[in-house]
């Protein structure tokens, strides 16, 4: 069965410092979203892309963090710099026809 | 503003009994509605969803219920089994395609005793 992949699973980073996630989205899926899941909440969206283009990045905090998708596959957010309020999980996810969302594994990331 | 509420952090069932979780929203664009299952250190598990057009899916041992005019649905799991517990998530769309933003429910942590 076709996955979401993600990597690396884990990060532990220091403040300030630069971090980068990457997101593969199932084969064919059109639509690839990002998440940012904090302890005890449910995941909320940070930026969502149709193919290469951002369809949604209302939320992502864009004085430190970005998002491309430059080929319309794969994926990568960054944070620069990373603060210790963005400890949390990043969960990658993607839909063929915009219903159900399928996620990947996540990158748990620790600023410390 | 919580757009989608689950009001009950945690939910204990005896093995082979009946799980029922319940999900509150309260925005009335709302159309399509799922449930994801999410164990620790790993991303969440599409389980069933249903369409505002529908008052029931089922799947298995799972069925959603909707109720609209409540905005309430419920998840419900029969019978219960141990590795049923896990954090079932709530969540909501208001459109389709490409703007099929979801919004999510804080969770409910269920645990099956066997």
């Known amino acids: 069965e076709a996955e979401v992949a993600q990597s690396p699973r884990y990060k532990i980073t220091e403040k300030s410092q630069a971090v980068a996630f990457w997101c593969d989205p199932i084969s064919g899926h059109a639509t690839l979203y990002w998440y940012r899941q904090i302890l005890g909440q449910g995941p909320e969206l940070l930026v969502q892309f149709q193919d290469e283009s951002v369809v949604d990045d209302s939320q992502l905090p864009k004085d430190r963090f970005s998002a491309e998708r430059l080929k319309g596959v794969d994926s990568t957010l960054k944070i620069q710099p990373a603060e210790l309020g963005d400890s949390a999980m990043y969960l990658c996810a993607s839909s063929k026809d915009g219903y159900e969302q399928y996620f990947g594994p996540g990158t748990r990331l620790t600023v410390t | 503003d919580q757009q989608v509420k689950q009001n009950s952090p945690s939910l204990s069932v005896q093995e082979g009994r009946i799980s029922i979780l319940n999900c509150d929203y309260t925005n009335s664009m709302f159309d399509y509605f799922l449930w994801y299952k999410k164990y620790p250190a790993e991303g969440p598990t599409f389980l069933i969803s249903?369409?505002?057009?529908?008052d029931k899916n089922e799947d298995g041992r799972f069925t959603v219920f909707l109720n609209k005019s409540a905005k309430h649905l419920s998840l419900h799991i029969v019978p219960s089994q141990p590795g049923d517990s896990a954090v079932y998530f709530c969540?909501?769309?208001?459109?389709?395609?490409?703007?099929?933003?979801?919004?999510f429910g804080k969770g409910i942590t269920l645990s099956v005793r066997p």
């Open positions: 249903i369409s505002s057009i529908k």
């Open positions: 969540a909501a769309s208001g459109e389709t395609g490409a703007n099929s933003k979801l919004t």
